[in-house]
């Protein structure tokens, strides 16, 4: 059971717009900003978004991150193929100081 | 360019050790955390600690407390991360992570911005 709640699928068609959700509490998303990360197949993940809504270099403007209270999401526009993959909301937990992840939204492209 | 390579799948018995290595390179080794984060076959990532490479401090997760031994080796800007004890749901892939640092300051509550590629570590008897 992770701390923090992932839908386990998602999907879309190609240039749709898919949101993704990430539930926490008081301790780690009301308290600390959510980072993102993707995992295409069979590789190691890979930082998406950083202090909610900011973009490695790389990370296309197609993906973004917002976060409210004890919640935060991530938006892929202009769905693309090679967008199918697993993505994960992570945050520092004050109360466990540690890291605690969501258990991971598997994002379909039909 | 930073590079953290981790070494490679391991088989292991129950009740046998697994010493997984994790070779830093494009950075100043000592200036950032190293984390661990373990990964199931088939389920999510579960972060296990972190070792700071400047003091040698760490810290472990409670689920992995007792078990897991994370160490360094400067000389060769490696991290180790040791589980002791293996039982069949320690299978799993085992990443290395570096924890950013801002230009003024390195907490572990910082995200996590390069990751080893993993290191497969099955038990089986």
């Known amino acids: 059971q992770s701390v923090l709640t992932q839908p386990p699928s998602a999907s879309g068609t190609p240039g749709q717009r898919v949101t993704i959700s990430c539930s926490g509490n008081?301790?780690?998303?009301?308290?600390?900003?959510v980072t993102w990360y993707q995992q295409l197949p069979g590789t190691a993940p890979k930082l998406l978004i950083y202090?909610?809504?900011q973009r490695p270099s790389g990370v296309p403007d197609r993906f973004s991150g917002s976060q409210s209270g004890t919640s935060a999401s991530l938006a892929i526009s202009g769905l693309q193929s090679e967008d199918e993959a697993d993505y994960y909301c992570?945050?520092?937990?004050?109360?466990?100081?540690?890291?605690?992840f969501g258990g991971g939204t598997k994002l379909t492209v039909l | 360019q930073v590079q953290l390579v981790q070494s490679g799948a391991e088989v292991k018995k129950p009740g046998a050790s697994v010493k997984v290595s994790c070779k830093a390179s494009?950075?100043?080794?000592?200036?950032?955390?190293i984390h661990w984060v373990r990964q199931a076959p088939g389920q999510g990532l579960d972060w296990m600690g972190w070792?700071?490479?400047?003091?040698?401090?760490?810290k472990y997760a409670q689920n992995f407390q007792g078990r897991v031994t994370m160490t360094l080796d400067t000389s060769i800007s490696t991290a180790y991360m040791e589980v002791s004890g293996l039982r069949s749901d320690d299978t799993a892939v085992y990443y290395c992570?570096?924890?950013?640092?801002?230009?003024?300051?390195?907490?572990?509550?910082?995200?996590?911005?390069?990751w080893g590629q993993g290191a497969l570590v099955t038990v089986s008897s």
């Open positions: 992570a570096r924890g950013y640092c801002s230009r003024s300051s390195c907490h572990p509550a910082y995200y996590f911005d390069y």
């Open positions: 494009g950075y100043s080794f000592t200036g950032y955390y």
């Open positions: 070792i700071n490479p400047k003091s040698g401090d760490t």
């Open positions: 008081y301790f780690n998303i009301a308290s600390n900003t």
């Open positions: 202090k909610i809504n």
């Open positions: 992570a945050s520092w937990d004050d109360n466990l100081s540690g890291w605690v």
